[in-house]
């Protein structure tokens, strides 16, 4: 069995100005220099991604973006590029966050194209998918990822599939204090495990790792991590604070 190492990435959303930024890398850093157990990127808003570039350098901690457009350049009012990204010391990027998906007209074939594009650019996108409520509800869970999974991942490579993050993240769990319970995330993990393995094979599915959305707070990371499927978390609203995240990144 391969060891997947694992991943604890926070998404701040819409959260901190630049002095924030470098309040929060002040704290966080001593708290997590000594983890190199896992890998850990925080992804702030654009215009905080240049003080975390700084304040992160010469630390484990990298620099992700949350979203990125697929040109290189171009009349995209308000968009930014996979190139600018990884010139600013971004070595990662979030794609088809359920907030995308819901409020930006995000849908499988964009996530595609932005997919392709952070690639491209030598960024590790970590690609998210996830069920709604009603969809949960409606026992359509597995259709819907496998769905997300082919539409989003499909037409990748296998040598471009090798560099991707899969997020986890129900939507019913994210910002509602509600999580997933360990049994059902890794079950969705299997799931999207099983449409990698048909898609990439048995090894690509083996390697890929599948990080947990929604709701991972210091209390509850630690039954999450204790499952195998489950490779790392996605935090939201715990990583804003550098003791949770730090508690968080000790798992
Ligand atoms: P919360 O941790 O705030 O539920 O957010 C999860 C999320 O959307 C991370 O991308």
Same mark, same amino acid.
């Given at each position: 069995?391969? #060891? ?18 470098? $309040?929060?890398?002040?704290?966080? &850093?001593?708290? =997590? ?5 896992? $890998?850990?990127?925080? @992804? ?11 304040? *992160?350098?010469?630390?484990?901690? &990298? ?5 990125? /457009? ?5 009349? %995209? ?10 010139? *600013?010391?971004?070595? /990662? ?5 359920? $907030?995308?998906?819901?409020? %930006? ?30 969809? &949960? $509800? ?22 471009? %599939?090798?560099?991707? +993050? ?26 999207? &495990?099983?449409?990698? @393995? ?6 690509? *599915?083996?390697? +890929? ?7 991972? #707070? ?5 039954? +999450? ?23 968080? =990144? /000790? %798992?």
């Amino acid at each position: 069995m391969s #060891k997947r190492i694992p991943v604890i990435a926070g998404n701040w959303k819409m959260y901190k100005s630049v002095a924030e930024t470098a $309040e929060f890398f002040e704290k966080f &850093r001593p708290l =997590v220099g000594e983890a190199t157990h896992c $890998e850990i990127v925080i @992804a702030p808003p654009f215009p905080a991604l240049a003080a975390a570039v700084e304040a *992160a350098r010469g630390s484990r901690i &990298r620099v992700g973006a949350q979203n990125l /457009h697929w040109e290189k350049e171009g009349a %995209f009012t308000g968009e930014v590029s996979g190139p600018m990204l990884a010139a *600013a010391g971004c070595t /990662h990027v979030i794609i088809g966050h359920s $907030e995308r998906r819901q409020y %930006f007209g995000e849908t499988d074939q964009t996530v595609n194209r932005r997919i392709g594009a952070a690639l491209e650019a030598g960024l590790a996108p970590i690609v998210c998918v996830g069920e709604r409520l009603e969809e &949960r $509800e409606g026992g359509r869970t597995e259709a819907v990822l496998i769905q997300q999974f082919d539409g989003g991942l499909g037409g990748l490579t296998p040598e471009q %599939f090798s560099a991707i +993050l899969v997020a986890y993240e129900p939507v019913w769990a994210i910002g509602t204090g509600r999580t997933a319970t360990p049994e059902i995330a890794a079950e969705a993990h299997r799931l999207i &495990r099983d449409c990698a @393995a048909r898609r990439f094979g048995a090894t690509a *599915a083996e390697n +890929l790792r599948i990080l947990y959305g929604g709701s991972v #707070k210091p209390d509850n990371i630690r039954g +999450l991590m204790a499952r195998p499927e489950i490779d790392g978390a996605l935090v939201g609203g715990a990583s804003l604070d550098p003791r949770s995240m730090a508690s968080i =990144v /000790h %798992f």
